[in-house]
């Protein structure tokens, strides 16, 4: 494979950005990658090579570049309230807004039709945690070219108080969303879940609302104490199958 760590740039500033695709074959169709609230990381890195490895150009931005370069945080203290990377992280997190994400979207679509190596057809998009809205929102913000979008374990999904929360813009979205939920999860609790799968059901796509039994939020990563082997493995062959539906 090949890949690398370069800036990307946006109207606001340059985006750090993993990049990982296949050594051969053609161009490669792109997938937008959304990191979690932790940022990105090894973990994250190595997951970007895992869909490489089955044929996707995978970008992998870091969403905090507008905080300035030191947005990376300690794997290992990062998700402990209180501590100082988990008080550092929370303050560039709460910041953070659909709209602007957009744009980070938009610019990464420009990039990528540039590029001879990847394919300037449908894109992909999938995010975890915070980005699971982002992911929901590009769908609807970009219908003509985002023709697949996931959410893992996306924190929020329904927000009233937020205008731009994604449950409102479901019913735009042409591709085909997935959205995937564990049965415990404070971010995403499960009377919220509900309220989500009536809209979904409402908005007509042709994609699905799955919740994993028995599983925490965070059940994909590697790293994280709640990982967990079957459901993660089933993420990932939900993921790649509607990759392979919709960008080939």
């Known amino acids: 494979m090949i ?5 990307l740039p946006t109207p606001d500033g340059q985006m750090e950005t993993f990049l990982c695709r296949p050594e051969r074959g ?19 890195y190595g997951m970007a ?4 490895t089955v044929g996707y150009a995978v970008l992998l931005p870091n969403l905090y570049y507008r905080a300035g370069k030191d947005t990376k945080y300690d794997p290992e203290t990062v998700l402990e309230a209180g501590t100082p990377e988990h008080t550092r992280m929370r303050a560039v997190r709460t910041k953070m807004t659909i709209p602007p994400v957009m744009s980070d979207v938009g610019a990464m679509l420009a ?15 999938h995010g975890y945690c915070m980005s699971g809205p982002y992911s929901l929102a590009a769908a609807a913000r970009f219908p003509d070219r985002i023709a697949a979008a996931a959410s893992f374990y996306g924190t929020w999904l329904v927000n009233e108080e937020a205008e731009e929360s994604p449950h409102r813009t479901l019913g735009q979205a042409k591709g085909e969303l997935y959205i995937s939920c564990a049965e415990h999860d404070e971010l995403a609790p ?13 908005s007509g ?9 028995g599983v925490h939020h965070g059940f994909a990563f590697p790293g994280r104490w ?14 790649i199958s509607l990759y392979r539906r919709r960008l080939g």
């Open 3 to 7: 890949e690398e760590i370069f800036d």
């Open 190 to 202: 499960l009377d919220m879940v509900a309220k989500l799968k009536a809209l979904f059901d409402a």
């Open 49 to 52: 090579r895992r869909l490489a």
């Open 26 to 44: 053609d161009p490669a169709p792109a997938v937008l990658m959304l990191m979690d609230a932790p940022g990105i990381r090894e973990e994250l």
């Open 111 to 125: 990039w990528i039709d540039a590029q001879p190596e990847i394919s300037s057809g449908p894109v992909g998009t």
């Open 226 to 239: 709640c990982y967990d082997v079957p459901a993660a493995e089933r993420h990932w062959e939900r993921l």
């Open 205 to 213: 796509n042709s994609g699905e609302l799955e919740i994993h039994p």
